[in-house]
Every structure is written in C-alpha cells, then in structure tokens.
C-alpha cells in the first residue's frame, strides 16, 4: 500500500504540511518494502486552482491513502473520485501518522473545507 | 499564533483606522496589510526601519515576438479578453497586459510560435523587521492576481514571526479574491460596519462570504451616531446571525486628525480611541 | 458623453458624486460598475424594467469521444480540468472561459455551454436610466459583466455616469477605458492621498481628461487638497463635510433630490465637466 502525505521537506522525519494544495513536496511511504519516495508539488506555485493539480499528481502518483490535517472541495472530489481514501492526521509528525493509520486509530477526514476560490489561497 | 483579521465589506468603513489602534493596544509583535491593491497600515504604524523588498512575479502573460510574427490575426481573433492589438507600423500584433490573462490560447494557435508565455513583475512584497514584523505589499495597476500576493503577504509574515502568539491583519474591501484569500487560515474575523443602508448591504455579502469559513466572528459598528437607528439593525442583525457584537465607536474628527498626523488613533485621547479601547478589552476575553 | 466616477479607496462619496451627477443632468444614464458591492440602486430605488443575466462559456466534455490524452489538462494553465477515473472534470469556479481546452482537443471532444456569473438589472429613476451590475457571491471576477454593462451604443449626445468598483485593478480598467472624462473622489486623509495618486497614475495611463472632487472636507488641512495643487490637478467640486448630509446618505437619500443647496453643488460639478470635454474634444480636433 502506499501513503501519501503533504510535507515540509524531503526527509522522513520531517513535519506534515499544513495545506494540502501548496505543499512543496509529498512523502509516500510504500508498506510492502518500508521504502520513502518525495514528488516535488509543482502546484504550490500556482496562482491559482492549486489544490486541483496537487490532487491530480496525487492521484497519478497511484497512493491509496492520503494522510492531510485539512482538504479542499476541489481537491477531494478529484481525490475521492479516484476510490482513494482520505485520513485526518493528528499531529505533525510525520512518523506518528504512518504508525497511527496502520494502527488504525486515524479517523477518515470529513470536513472538507470550501474552495479557496482560485487566485492564490492558502 | 492566533490571527485576527478585520473586515468591512464596503470601503472607507474604517477597517484600517480600527486595525492600526487595535494593534497598538495589543501590542501584537506581528501585523500585515493584505490591501494589496491600496495598502495603508504603513502610514500610521512608525516604521523604524526601511523595508526589504522582494518582486512578486504573478500570473504569466503572453509576449509577441515581433521579428517573427507575421501578422496573420489568428491570435487577435481567437483572444477572448480583447487582450490582443495590432500596430501597423511596428509590422506586428503585441498583446496588452493589463488585460492579458495568460490563458495561453494564442501562444497554441500562432503558426510560427512568435508568442511565449513569461511572468512578469506584478507588484512588490514588502517586510518591516525590527522589534515587530511588519508584513506589506502593492500590487501593480492593473494586476490581476491579488490573491496570491495576499497568500504571500500573510506567509512572509508567519514566516518571520516565528515566537509570536497573536498577529493582526488589515484586511481588503470587497468579498472577492484577496478578501478570500485573507481569510484563510486565520481564527477570527472582525467586521468593521458602517450604519448606511450600502453600509448594511456589504456587510451582509462580506458576512455570508466569511461564514463559508467557519471562523469567529465579531461585529463592531464605525461612525455609529450618523445613524443610530441603523446601528442597532446591525446589532439586532448580529443577534440573529449568533455573531457576536463587541461595540459602537462614535464618528470623530479628532480621528482624521490623527490618522493625517501619521498616528493611530490610540496615539492620542479622543472618543473613537477610546471606544476602539473597549472593543479590544471585549474581544481580549474571547481570544 | 461618458463620465467614470473613481477613486483609489472605498468609502470617499463615488456613489454619492455618481448618483447625484446622474440626477441632476436633464437626462442620464448611470451605470453601477461595481458588481461585487453594487450601491447605487439603494439610493435610485429604480423600477426595474428588465433583467438579463451574464453568462460566460464553460467547457463541456463529451466522454465517449475522449481517449484521455489529457492534453486539455496539461493545456489549461488555470487548473480547471483534471483526469481522473478515466474521463475530464471541469472545475468551473476556477475556468476563465478562455476556450483553449477546445482548440487543443483533437478528438473534438469538448463543446461549451452557458454559465451565470451574475446579472444587469435595468430600471428607471425619474429622468435617470439605472443599469445595475450584480455578480453572484464566488464568482472570480466581474469583468464580463462590465464589458456587456458598457457594450450598449450611446448616442453621443446621451450621458453616462460610471460608477467604477474602488481600486486600479483590471475591473477598473475595464469600466474607465472608454470615458470622456474620469472624476477622482478624494477624501482628506493621507489614506485617501495616497489611494488619489493610484488612480491618478491609472488616468494619466489611460490618457482621459479628468478632475478632483474633494468630499467630506473639514477647516482642517486637506492633504488631498495639497497634493491636487503639488501636481497642478483641477479641483472640480468641493463638498464639505455635514453631519446632516451623512445621515441623509446613511438612509439611501440622493441629496440633490431633496436639498437645493445640493442640487447646485452637482449641476456647477456637471456643468463644469461638460465644459471641460468640449474644450478638450474641440482641442483635440
């Protein structure tokens, strides 16, 4: 299974992202063999509709599971869309949110904020 | 760090007069003006030092490479934003800015790819550090992106505050992009109302578009005494709304005296300071 | 005759001036450009004769035609379409309705259909012609129902008064371009000056002859004022400050409708300006 989750670095010991949509780049960690990989987020430059090309490469990144603190509308109907599964993580750690979810104690995020309307929101 | 930022809906409400006293009263370390297309906070808050720079590239626009250009108008006409000229003389089609939106439809069509896409200057970020930070901008006439220089308005300011709990944020009129893009992520919202029937108006398209975001909200009434009958339908409106009312402040011409003096209007001693004084105390409790 | 009434900041009297320019010509037009927070109507209260809704293009895929080459979604530089489940998904609050998505496509998969942005309400006050623009809540930007605002050929004879949104911003671009004459609202702060010099540097772009109102003077110094005179600009009007004509306004009341001492006030502005367009349009010619 792969997991994806919006980070603040390229390293795996790094803080989760605050935003989805303009995160500088994604951790996901593949279950099978315990291995990280980084895809750098060209949308977080975007003027505008960012969360929808960030979702769009997290979808053709081929993750199962997002881990994110928040999503936007835009964002989450391309994601879910795609049947992948999205989870609240709970702090910002990005190592307690890989044990957490496969110990399954994340909740599947529900508040799914409205878009930020293009142009350059956060 | 908690943000507040303050709101009007409508213009010329006093959002800017009511965010630079509420700053000084607070003594917030952190503090930003997301009026990118007029910013004013800078005239009032005493700057000590001068401010670093930095260009903001925005959306990019289209460039029309003359010496290859040919003139066949298949560019003009497929162009839905009228954003495109002819000059006879120059031998060339060029495209206009300012009302250029980079949609990138005539670099496709041109046959002989005369035309490129580019990022250019659209206006200047702007960062006052010393014992406070001080987090600005000004967008280029014409520009269209507003939201993003607010986004980065408010980043430049996280960014450098980082031991701060509390920053303020003037915010923009209106309910469009960079009022959008100012709320975002911020824990309460302020709305500065006037007691005008356009007043009243704006404030409820400004409300409607603030409550899509959850956030806390208070209203507080500028220059109430023009029309006092007004002021408590907007407080009777709050009610209904289960917004919460933190004060009326009275209109004051000592006020524009202190503004035109380069202060705030907690700077000096005048009735709309210190009625400001008592919606800050208000608000403190709920923070 | 097309008069665009502006200023850098909200708040300074643009409605005021506006309406009450329109009220007191022997026969108007005035058209309330500024579609996200439209004021105007409040004060006309005009009997509405007709409605028209603005509408901009939005793509529409065919999905049996498509063969996911995604070359749409590489294409549109505004993120409005994403791949996803094998078939294209229009994200419409973010389409600028630039129609490149259907130029790329070459499957002819993409067609595009109608969608509201707003609407122009069209009524009449007295001898005042009002065309309100209104754009709904979340829409990005007003811009298309400026340009169908203005898109109405007038006689030459007919005047127009603009209400330009606040600001310099592309909007504002739109709603001046074509004006014989730009009127600058200014209030006497050093907010307010330094909002004038904004909308002073977009006239001087756009080359239209143009003056200073300055609303809600005190006895105080008037940085407005001061700047007006540093760079030789024409002060057309003065309105001092009146707690009464707050009040009036605070109700939605057009002054000149109801004061003569307003009426005068705003027929001399008018008179002024039509003055000034003559001799600049003979002077051009």
Redesign the interface.
Known sequence: MRILIPVDEQVKDTDVCMSFGRAPYYLIYNTEDSTYEFIKNIAAASPGGAGIQAAQIVVDSQAQVLLTPRCGKNAADIILGANMKVYKTLNPSVQYNIKAFLDGQLNPLTEIHPGYHNHGGN | MQQLLVLSGKGGTGKTTVASALIQLSQAKAFADCDVDAPNLDLVMHQTVEPMTTNYFGMAKAIVDEDVCIECGQCQKQCRFDAIVHDQQRETYFIDHNACEGCGVCKVICPVGAIHLESCIDGQLQLYKAERIFSTAQLKMGSGTSGMLVTQVKKQMMEQAINTDFAIIDGSPGIGCPVIASISGVDYVLIVAEPSISGISDMERIITTASRFGVKTFICVNKYDVNTEYTDKIEDYAKRKHLEFVGRIPYDTQAVKAINQGNTIVDIDCASGRAVGQIYETIKKRL | MKIAVLS?????GK?LVSVNLASVAEKASYVDCDV??P?GH??FKPMIEHVESVKVKIPKINNEKCTGCRKC?D?C????L????HSV?V?E??C?????CM??CPENAITESDKPIGRIERGISEKVQVHTGILN??E?SGVPIVKQLLKNDTREDELVIIDAP?????IV?ESIKDADYCVLVA?????GT??LS?VH??VE?FEIPFGVVLNKC?D??N?AESYCNDHKINIIGKINYS?DL??L????EIVSRIDPQYQTIFKLILEHIVEEVGYATTSRT
């Open positions: 850098g900041k909200g708040g300074t409605t996200e927070e004021n409040l004060f979604v294409f530089r505004f993120n409005a994403a791949y996803v489940n998904k994200f609050d973010v600028h309705s630039c129609g490149g130029l790329v809540m979340g990005a606040p600001g310099s911003a592309c671009m209030e006497p702060t050093i907010f330094q909002n904004m540097e977009l772009l005190l105080e110094d940085p707690q707050a009040v306004s605070s109700r939605g």
